[in-house]
């Protein structure tokens, strides 16, 4: 080994000072741009994907582009549309090149919630979790993916929705949010005429504990306009 190295320190030596310094600094500058690339074309993939995202929301369910994306789909029916599986490509490419990324864990929660696909959403907001301890934007989309899989109509088994709505009872709770909040946006969501998101907060203030006769009676008119 030690001949090779000698060997190959002659041959170095012999190259010009001027050419070895040239070299040299080319190796350098292909590694910067090898280091620096892979955040550079992460971010373009997930600046590309948000955009079709955002795109679909405005297209399809501006009146919910304030809400959480995993509540929009049992607000308003969502069409298929190719740009949703064009953005998951473009994630997956962003994954494949830095997998610990948690923003493109978050927008690919969020495609998937839009897709109907909530199994795969719960999955990739869990990995954005895991990478943000302590961010609470996966673990709301998280809960609100398990509400809306219950409202959506036969997306959900009967015997499974209890165990659904235990999980999103949970997390809201753990992040402080309680009865009172969610009643309170509901009947002011009612009383704007606004009846997508009132029956979805009355939804929401049923996991706390029963609705009081006034709002039971609402729910009962809500259910009739949503569900099918």
Known sequence: MKKFFDSAKEIINKIPRKIRRVGLLLVIVLILATIVWKPIRVMDLQARAGKQIETFTESYAALYADFFTCQI????????????????????????????????????????????????????????????????????ETAFSHITMTLIPDLVPEEDVSAHEAVAEKILLSLGYSFEYFIDEADGAFDRGAHAAAWYWYRLAGLFQPLPEEAAQRVDFLDGLFID
């Open 73 to 140: 789909p049992a607000l308003t029916r969502l069409p298929e549309d190719p740009s949703l599986d064009q953005a998951v490509a473009l994630l997956e490419k962003a994954q494949n090149l830095k997998p610990n990324n948690p923003q493109t864990y978050l927008l690919l929660g969020r495609a998937y919630c839009l897709q109907g696909d909530f199994s795969k959403a719960i999955a990739a907001f869990d990995e954005f979790s895991r990478i943000r301890k302590g961010n609470p934007l996966g673990v709301l």
